[in-house]
C-alpha cells in the first residue's frame, strides 16, 4: 500500500485442528495423510514466523476427498476457538465471483466484452470520450485508480489509454459491482447468493460484509501503532468496516469456499462452470492479458501462475483485518484456500501455504515424492554490501552482518528486515517511522534514506542532493479517519516529493502530482487549503487527508 497506518504483529498460537478432517482417508491412504501431516506443520509455521493471530485453511481434490485446518484463535484475547461457522472476508478473492456475474450476464447476452462501460452506465463519470471496456475493467488494463471513489468531486481520471498498461483497480472492479446490479435488478449480495453461492451450496457465505453480521467472524488484527509494518510490532484488534463493493464484499468459510475452488477446476478444465457452458467456463477462466510486472498476466479476476512444474489458477485478498489465498491445479482440480485474521497491511497473504498445500496433495496423489516446504524468509542476496557506517545531517546508522543484518544507532540494535528490492524495515524505535531504502551506483551500496533523511556510507563518494525549502513546504503528516487509508507521510528528500521513503511524487501540472515508480501511474495527489504556504489538505485519489503534524 502506498499509504497506511497498518502493520503486523503476533505472539505464538497453538494449532487447532477443524473438525471436518475425514478420518477414513488417513487410514486409508498413508501418503494422503503424510502430505496433510506436513501441510499442518507449514501452517503451523506460518502462525508463528508471521505471529498470526488465527488462521483456516481448506483443501480439496477430484475424488471427494476435502478438509479444513484451523490454526489459532477466532478471537486470541477471548481464546475463542475457529468454528466451521466462522466467517473470514476472502477480500480480492471476490474479484472472481464478481467477474463470474459479468459472465453469466454476458452469455444471457445483456452485453459484450467490448461494450463501453461509458454507454452501459452512463452515470459513472469516466472521462469523456473514453474507450474503456468491460474486458479492460475485468482485466485491470482501464487506467482506472486503484482506490479512487466511484463518485468522486471532477470525475475519474486515467493514467493511460485502456489496454496499453496494466494497473490493478478497485474502483475499476467497484464498477462492475455497479453494472452486475444495473443488469440483475437487485443489491450484489443478492446476486451473488442466488447465482454462486446457492447453486454451489455455500450457504455459510456473505456478498456483504456488514456490521449486522459482525458476531459471525473472526476477530481482525492490525498493528498497534500506525507506522510501516515489521514483524514484531504490537498488534490491536482492527477496526471494523462494512464492505458491499464488487471488489472485495464477500465472506466466507474454507469449507465453503472449497466449493468455489471446485467451480473453478471445473471451468479451466473445461466441464462448464454455474451458469456457463463449457466453452464460455473455460473462457473465463483462462483468458489473461500481460501485466506490466514482469511474468504475471490477470484475467476476470484470475492470475494464472506457474511453478515450472505445474499451472494454478491463483488470487489473494486483502482487507483492513484479514489476508487470504487461493491455488487452483489447473491440471488436477487440487485446491486450496486459506484467511488468516492479520491486516492486509502487514502485507501478509499465505500464498506460499495454499501453493505447498496443493502440491503437497498433487505430488501424494501421484505417488511422487513430497515436496520441500519453501522457506518463509528469501535469502538476501549479497547482503554483506550493505554492512557498513552511514551518517547524515540527522544521525548515523551501523549495519552489521549476520543473518539477518543488523541495524545499530543510539546505543541499540534490531534486526534489519527485507521487504522487497533494497527496502528494509525495522523494530528500532530511531528507525520505525520509515522504511530504509539503500541505493547502489556501479554495483556499490552508496547511500540510504529514511524519509526525509539521506545518510552517505563511509568511504563513497556520493554527495547529499539539495533540498528544495519550496517543497518541503507541501511535506506533511497527513490523516484521513477511514482504517482503509490511515495516515500518509508526505515528505521532501533530495528536492523532491516522496511518499514516504519510497513512492516518488512527480509534477505533472499545477499543484497535480502523479504519485508512483510508472511514467504511467493512475495515482494522483494535489494540495489545498494553505497557511502561511503550507497545506492543510492532501489529496491522494480524491480522499482527503487532514495535515496533523507532531
Do not use: C
Amino acid at each position: 500500500m502506498l499509504i497506511s497506518r497498518r502493520s503486523f504483529t503476533g505472539g505464538a498460537l497453538s494449532l487447532v485442528l477443524g473438525s471436518q478432517l475425514a478420518a477414513p482417508a488417513f487410514a486409508q491412504d498413508p501418503k494422503r495423510a503424510a502430505a496433510l501431516a506436513a501441510i499442518r506443520a507449514y501452517g503451523e509455521a506460518h502462525l508463528q514466523h508471521f505471529r498470526l493471530p488465527g488462521m483456516t485453511l481448506g483443501v480439496t481434490t477430484p475424488d471427494g476427498f476435502s478438509t479444513v485446518m484451523n490454526f489459532g484463535y477466532a478471537n486470541p484475547d477471548a481464546r475463542a476457538a475457529i468454528t466451521p461457522d466462522t466467517l473470514f472476508e476472502i477480500g480480492s478473492i471476490s474479484k472472481s465471483m464478481t467477474a463470474s456475474l459479468i459472465h453469466q450476464y454476458v452469455a444471457e447476452g445483456r452485453f459484450g466484452f467490448t461494450s463501453r462501460i461509458s454507454d452501459l452506465l452512463p452515470s459513472i463519470p469516466l472521462p469523456r470520450g473514453n474507450g474503456i471496456t468491460l474486458q479492460n475493467l475485468l482485466d485491470h488494463t482501464a487506467g482506472l485508480p486503484d482506490g479512487a471513489p466511484i463518485f468522486p468531486d471532477g470525475g475519474l481520471w486515467t493514467g493511460f489509454a485502456p489496454g496499453t498498461h496494466w494497473s490493478y483497480s478497485n474502483t475499476g472492479y467497484a464498477i462492475l459491482g455497479k453494472l452486475a446490479e444495473h443488469a440483475g435488478g437487485k443489491p450484489l449480495n443478492r446476486l451473488l447468493a442466488e447465482r454462486i453461492f446457492a447453486p454451489l451450496r455455500m450457504s455459510r457465505s456473505h456478498g456483504a460484509i456488514i456490521g449486522n453480521d459482525r458476531p459471525l467472524y473472526a476477530q481482525g488484527y492490525e498493528a498497534a501503532d500506525e507506522l510501516p509494518f515489521a514483524i514484531g510490532v504490537p498488534l490491536a484488534p482492527a477496526a471494523w468496516v462494512d464492505v458491499t463493493e464488487g471488489a472485495g464484499s464477500v465472506a466466507s468459510t474454507a469449507e465453503d469456499m472449497l466449493a468455489w475452488l471446485r467451480n473453478l477446476a471445473n471451468a479451466v478444465q473445461g466441464r462448464g462452470a454455474i451458469g456457463l457452458t463449457p466453452q464460455q467456463a473455460q473462457a473465463y477462466a483462462t483468458h489473461a492479458v500481460p501485466s506490466d510486472d514482469r511474468g504475471m498476466s490477470y484475467g476476470n479476476g484470475l492470475i494464472p501462475v506457474g511453478s515450472g512444474r505445474r499451472s494454478y489458477l491463483h488470487h489473494t485478498g486483502g482487507m483492513v483485518s484479514f489476508s487470504s489465498s487461493f491455488h487452483v491445479d489447473a491440471a488436477s482440480g487440487v485446491g486450496a484456500f486459506a484467511s488468516s485474521t492479520i491486516s492486509a497491511f502487514a502485507e501478509y497473504r499465505p500464498r506460499l501455504l495454499t501453493q505447498f498445500a496443493v502440491d503437497a496433495l498433487t505430488d501424494a496423489a501421484a505417488g511422487h515424492p513430497l515436496p520441500s516446504p519453501p522457506p518463509l524468509t528469501t535469502p538476501l542476496a549479497n547482503a554483506a554490501a550493505y554492512v557498513g557506517s552511514y551518517a547524515g545531517p540527522n544521525g548515523a546508522f551501523e549495519v552489521r552482518p549476520g543473518a539477518p543484518l543488523t541495524i545499530v544507532a543510539d546505543g541499540q540494535s534490531a534486526a534489519l528486515q527485507p521487504w522487497g528490492g533494497a527496502i528494509f524495515r525495522t523494530t528500532h524505535p530511531s528507525f520505525r517511522a520509515f522504511s530504509l531504502l539503500f541505493e547502489r551506483r556501479g554495483g556499490a551500496v552508496t547511500a540510504a534514506f529514511w524519509g526525509p533523511s539521506t545518510y552517505l556510507r563511509r568511504g563513497s563518494s556520493a554527495q547529499l542532493p539539495a533540498s528544495d525549502a519550496q517543497l518541503a513546504k507541501l511535506a506533511g503528516r497527513y490523516v484521513n479517519d477511514s482504517p482503509w487509508l490511515g495516515m500518509a507521510q508526505v515528505v521532501e528528500r533530495g528536492g523532491k516529493l516522496w511518499l514516504g521513503t519510497e513512492v516518488p511524487m512527480e509534477p505533472i501540472g499545477e499543484n497535480l502530482w502523479r504519485v508512483g515508480d510508472q511514467s504511467w501511474s493512475p495515482e494522483r495527489g494535489s494540495f489545498a487549503n494553505f497557511i502561511d504556504g503550507r497545506p492543510q489538505t492532501f489529496v491522494f485519489s480524491a480522499e482527503k487527508f487532514l495535515r496533523h503534524d507532531v
